[in-house]
Nanobody, 112 residues
Framework: VQLMESGGGLVQPGGSLRLSCAAS????????MSWVRQAPGKGLEWVSSINTGGMTYYEDSVKGRFTIDCDNARNTLYLQMNSLKSEDTAVYYC???????WGQGTQVTVSS
């Protein structure tokens, strides 16, 4: 199993980023997938999940700003992040359910 995130970077408050996670080594559309983040000096925080039926779930602080989706044909998970805030600064991880495989993470920094 391999999970490879991309799309992180430095963005100003109010800006947007789209994270991608390329998955391989398993049948992508058989599993729920999640995004988990870790802010500097803090623990892991669940951000969002999508199940095999396409149902989506969000942590309260990102509801209405972040959108999770996936392209099963491309075995890719996405996280569209809009109206970014400084408190969104973190390393973002793509995670296969049941949290058994993690990507290497991609850094998102929101700063002016």
């Amino acid at each position: 199993v391999q999970l490879m995130e991309s799309g992180g970077g430095l963005v100003q408050p109010g800006g947007s980023l789209r994270l991608s996670c390329a998955a391989s080594g398993f049948t992508f559309d058989d599993y729920s997938m999640s995004w988990v983040r870790q802010a500097p000096g803090k623990g892991l925080e669940w951000v969002s999940s999508i199940n095999t039926g396409g149902m989506t779930y969000y942590e309260d602080s990102v509801k209405g700003r972040f959108t999770i989706d996936c392209d099963n044909a491309r075995n890719t998970l996405y996280l569209q992040m809009n109206s970014l805030k400084s408190e969104d600064t973190a390393v973002y991880y793509c995670v296969k359910d049941p949290l058994d495989y993690w990507g290497q993470g991609t850094q998102v920094t929101v700063s002016s």
